[in-house]
Every structure is written in structure tokens, then in C-alpha cells.
């Protein structure tokens, strides 16, 4: 998972952790959440420490897929 932070470039130096967030629209009340959006952002950095997120609250990978279960995405589709 090392390779996905940014080793640097020409005059760019290299970073210390990589982030990927999706925000996921549940104006519409879809989901089984009293949110109108769903974050769920994926970290990691130089340090070893990597996680998830909810909605900007650290959390559990079973966390996030029980999240994604009501929106029709399988285990396998994120």
C-alpha cells in the first residue's frame, strides 16, 4: 500500500500519507442513515497507521461495508 503515496518528483517533494474519500448522495433518505450525505474516506501513511473513516469518524472496515450494504454494492464492488 506504500506505492500509492506520492514518492516526489522533479522539484515536488514526496508526501507522508495518501487519502481517497467517496461521498455517496442520500438527499432522497435511500439509505438507513439520518445523514443526507455518507462519507467514507480510506487512509494511509509512511507511519503504518491506515484506516477508515465515516463521516469524518474513524471506524472499522466491517463498518463501511455494512454502510454500503443497503446501497446494492456487494462486498466485492468497493
Known sequence: M???IFAGGHGVPSRKEAEVAVVIDNADGALNSEFSEISITRF???DGDAGYRLNG??????????????????????
Request: charged content about 30%.
Open 2 to 4: 506504500q506505492d500509492v
Open 44 to 46: 494511509l501513511n509512511r
Open 57 to 78: 469518524a474513524r471506524c472499522r472496515l466491517i463498518d463501511v461495508v455494512e454502510v454500503l450494504s443497503d446501497t446494492g454494492l456487494g462486498k466485492d464492488m468497493h
